[in-house]
């Protein structure tokens, strides 16, 4: 299709579709897509929606866009900062980006899908992630080679400590700080176990009580982010990665001084 | 070639518990309930490929590229099956290969270097965390890698931005 077909948008309507765009491109860096994917959605959503062209420029901290249409264009900034991990979210907005591409969707059909998107509550309830994040863990421990005593001290450590970190962060509580007290308490909890407890391998309890703190989604998007060339986004989920496993370390440190056991 | 049912065994295992492992972390990144289950099959395929090139002497950043590397193509697979993006997949598979003790380590090991007390123990803390800090990344690199796989070579688009 060519351009000439396409009549260009008054700046209104530009000012309606750089909004949705805008706010897709932000609820899939909040939660968890890598940078290619946020352009890529974002440069669809706008050109389906009328627009000639889109750029876009994916920050560490903020999205930065462009529509154009015709001899006409408006640029939006946007502050993001990253709330977590939501898969059902990022599928959400691939799904609408699809519908929206085949002619599905009008503008506000758009807006009230997103403010759907975005109220939509988590599919699983509180108690039922930290029992499969307990569970999850002491996988990892029997990966790792422990037995079934470290498996049931690894369930327990990280199952609570899970509950600690849902606690925390509901409370706004700086997230490096949330990471380190939950390691603290998850691996306070696998360093009595390692003390008192029966066992060869009763030292795996230690690391895998704090996996459930791995930044893994930080380091696998750094990984991809570079790879594909955006340095800059790369570099910084790089760091974030680092220091969360920092955190994580510090915790477990602290923990095995205060029970008074030591190696990993 | 005959495979020793012993192996089988082991790897069986492995694939359960990796498998596990996907489906807690599918739950904790809110995964939609239709695509749990290509999580746990992708997290146990992946891992248990893994841990089986290991056992016949592989290395692990090599393992892991091959064990990430078909995650990437059963998430490309479950994304086209299921109607989701391939991340839902991939990810919470991935997770099953972070070298997370790695990582540990080698933050571990920067707290007790600040410790030391002499230029020889010293000396072997920083070889420790340059070893860890080495495998974490390397391995961090095979995943990424590896689940970009199918991308990387069957679907070079030329870019729409």
Redesign the interface.
């Given at each position: 299709m060519s351009d000439s077909l396409i009549q260009p948008l008054p700046r209104e309507e530009l000012r309606d579709v750089i909004d949705l765009a805008l706010w897709s491109g932000q609820l899939l860096l909040q939660h968890g897509a890598e940078a290619q994917r946020v352009e890529e959605t974002v440069h669809r959503l706008g050109t389906a929606l009328g627009c000639n062209w889109m750029d876009i420029v994916v920050s560490p901290n903020g999205l930065f866009v462009s529509t154009i249409s015709g001899e006409e264009f408006r640029t939006k900034v946007r502050r993001v900062v990253s709330l977590g991990v939501d898969m059902t979210k990022v599928s959400a907005i691939n799904r609408l980006t699809r519908r929206v591409v085949e002619g599905e969707l009008d503008r506000a059909q758009v807006r009230s899908e997103l403010e759907r998107i975005v109220s939509t509550p988590t599919h699983y309830p509180r108690w039922l992630v930290v029992l499969m994040v307990g569970l999850a863990c002491a996988a990892f421990s029997q990966l790792m080679g422990g037995d079934w005593a470290v498996f049931g001290a690894t369930f327990l450590a990280a199952g609570t400590g899970m509950a600690v970190r849902q606690r925390l962060s509901s409370h706004h509580f700086n997230g490096l700080l949330v990471v380190i007290a939950t390691a603290l308490v998850a691996g306070g909890l696998a360093a009595l176990f390692v003390r008192y407890g029966t066992g060869e391998s009763r030292q795996i309890a230690l690391a895998a009580s704090v996996l459930l703190l791995v930044p893994g989604v930080p380091l696998i998007n750094a990984a991809e982010d570079l790879i594909q060339g955006h340095i800059l986004i790369g570099l910084a989920r790089g760091m974030t990665g680092a220091l969360i496993s920092l955190s994580i370390a510090l915790g477990l440190w602290l923990a095995m001084r205060l029970v008074g056991v030591s190696g990993l | 070639m005959s495979v020793d049912p012993a192996i089988l065994w082991l790897v069986g295992?492995?694939a359960l518990?990796?498998g596990?492992?996907?489906?807690?972390?599918?739950?904790?990144?809110?995964?939609?309930?239709r695509?749990l289950a290509a999580c746990f099959v992708n997290g146990a395929l992946g891992?248990a490929l893994r841990s089986l090139l290991m056992h016949y002497g592989l290395g692990i950043e090599a393992a892991t590229l091959a064990g990430a590397a078909l995650i990437g193509f059963l998430g490309i697979a479950s994304a086209r099956l299921w109607?989701?993006?391939a991340?839902?997949f991939t990810?919470p598979g991935?997770?099953?290969l972070?070298p997370?003790?790695f990582?540990?380590?080698?933050?571990?090991g920067?707290?007790q270097f600040a410790a030391a007390t002499s230029s020889d123990a010293g000396g072997e803390i920083l070889w420790n965390i340059s070893f860890n800090a080495t495998k974490t990344a390397l391995i961090?690199?095979a995943?990424?890698?590896g689940?970009?796989t199918p991308t990387l070579l069957f679907d070079r688009r030329k870019p729409?931005?």
């Open positions: - | 295992k492995d518990w990796a596990m492992a996907a489906l807690g972390f599918a739950i904790l990144f809110n995964v939609p309930v695509a891992h109607k989701a993006p991340p839902v990810i991935a997770i099953t972070v997370g003790t990582a540990f380590r080698t933050m571990l920067l707290l961090l690199a995943i990424a890698v689940i970009a729409v931005v």
